[in-house]
C-alpha cells in the first residue's frame, strides 16, 4: 500500500494526460516523472511492492521483472495494443492480468500506414531530398516515376482491426484486396458492400498476387519472420511492403538483400526488428522510406490509450469490468 492506503501503481515513463489525472484518484503514483527510457536496474527497482506497473513497450516486462515486484503485483497495464514486450505466460502462471489499448489506435496506424504505403510508392521521401539538396532542375517526363496505387491489388497480411481500417481506406483508391487471417475469412456483414475483400488461406497466394503489401500481425513466436528470405521473393517485381506492426515479423536482412536487388519496388517501414537500431542496409537505400515507430502518434491517440490504460488498471484492482484484459482466465 502507499500513502492514505491507495495501492501503489509503479509508472515506467511519462504518458499523456488525462492518464496520470486518472491514476492519482486511484493510486499512490511513483515514477512517470520523465520520459525516457528506464535502465534494466531503474525497471527492477520500481517495481518493487507495486500493486500495478504501467509500462509502454519500451520495457521488456519478463519473470525478473514480476519476481521483482514481489506478491503484491496484481496488473501490468501496457500503454499499447502490441504486448510482445511482456511474457504474458509468466504473468498468468503467477496470477497477475495484462491489459492492452485496442481499438483507440485503429484509424491513427491504419492513416499512418497509409502514408508510408503512399510515401513509398510515389517516391515522396525521395522528392523531398532532391529538393532540399538543389538537385530540382524542374519538371522531367522520366523523372522519379513510382508505383500506381489506385487500383493496384492491396494485401492485407492479419486482417484484425487494424489491418480491416488499413482496407476500408483502400475503397477510396478503388482497390481490390486480398488478406490473410489466422482465424479464417470475415463473415459477410463484417467486409464492405462493393468492395473486393478476397480472403488467402495461404500468405504464398497473397504474396504472388499483390501490388501493395502492408504487415498487421502480432507478434509472437508464430509470426517472428514469417517474411523471410523465401516469402519475399515470391512477390511480383516493384511490389511496396509496408510494415507498422513490428519488425521481427519481417526478416530485416532479407528484406535489405529483396530491396536492393529485386523483387521488391519499395518498401515504408514504422518499425524495426532491433528497435531502435536500424540495419546499416536500409539507412542506404533510396527505396524505402523509414519513420521512427509512429504508428499511434497523435494526440488524440495517445491520450485515449492513456485514458484506457489507467482504466484498465485502476479497474483491475477495484474488481470492476476490465476494458482490454490479454489474459482473463487469470480474473476467473
Ligand atoms: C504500438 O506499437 C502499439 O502496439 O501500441
Ligand atoms: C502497382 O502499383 C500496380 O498498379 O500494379
Not at 503484491?72 to 496470477?95: F, K, M, P, Q
Not at 488467402?200 to 509472437?220: G, K, Q
Request: charged fraction near 20%; hydrophobic fraction near 45%; charge should be negative.
Amino acid at each position: 500500500m502507499g500513502a492514505g492506503n491507495l495501492p501503489l501503481l509503479f509508472l515506467t515513463r511519462r504518458i499523456p494526460e488525462p492518464g496520470p489525472t486518472l491514476l492519482r484518484g486511484s493510486f499512490t503514483v511513483c515514477g512517470g516523472d520523465e520520459d525516457r527510457d528506464l535502465t534494466g536496474a531503474d525497471l527492477l527497482d520500481g517495481v518493487r511492492g507495486a500493486a500495478a506497473v504501467l509500462c509502454t513497450l519500451r520495457e521488456r516486462i519478463d519473470a525478473a521483472v514480476l519476481d521483482a515486484a514481489g506478491s503484491s503485483l496484481r496488473v501490468v497495464s501496457n500503454y499499447a495494443v502490441g504486448y510482445d514486450n511482456i511474457d504474458v505466460a509468466a504473468a498468468t502462471e503467477r496470477g497477475i492480468l495484462v491489459t492492452n489499448t485496442p481499438g483507440v489506435l485503429t484509424d491513427a496506424t491504419a492513416d499512418l500506414t497509409w502514408a508510408l504505403i503512399l510515401a513509398a510508392a510515389r517516391r515522396v521521401v525521395e522528392g523531398d531530398r532532391m529538393v532540399r539538396s538543389g538537385a530540382f532542375q524542374g519538371w522531367a517526363p522520366t523523372m522519379l516515376l513510382g508505383a500506381d496505387v489506385a487500383g493496384a491489388t492491396l494485401g492485407i497480411v492479419g486482417m484484425g482491426q487494424i489491418g480491416r481500417a488499413v482496407a476500408r481506406r483502400a475503397a477510396g483508391f478503388s482497390m481490390p484486396v486480398v488478406y490473410t487471417r489466422r482465424s479464417g475469412p470475415l463473415k459477410l456483414e463484417e467486409t464492405p458492400a462493393g468492395v473486393e475483400w478476397r480472403y488467402c488461406s495461404d500468405l504464398d497466394d497473397l504474396l504472388r498476387e499483390a501490388d501493395i503489401i502492408s504487415v498487421h500481425v502480432p507478434l509472437t513466436e508464430g509470426t517472428r519472420h514469417l517474411l523471410g528470405a523465401r516469402e519475399l521473393a515470391l512477390v511480383r517485381p516493384g511490389v511496396v511492403l509496408v510494415n507498422t506492426a513490428r519488425g521481427p515479423v519481417v526478416h530485416e536482412e532479407a528484406l535489405v538483400e529483396a530491396l536492393r536487388a529485386g523483387p521488391l519496388g519499395a518498401a515504408g517501414l514504422d518499425v524495426y526488428e532491433d528497435e531502435p537500431a536500424i540495419h546499416p542496409g536500409l539507412v542506404g537505400l533510396e527505396n524505402v522510406v523509414l519513420l521512427p515507430h509512429l504508428g499511434s502518434a497523435t494526440h488524440a491517440a495517445r491520450g485515449r490509450m492513456a485514458e484506457l490504460a489507467a482504466r484498465n488498471a485502476i479497474a483491475a484492482l477495484s474488481g470492476k469490468r476490465v476494458p482490454h484484459p490479454v489474459n482473463p482466465e487469470v480474473l476467473s
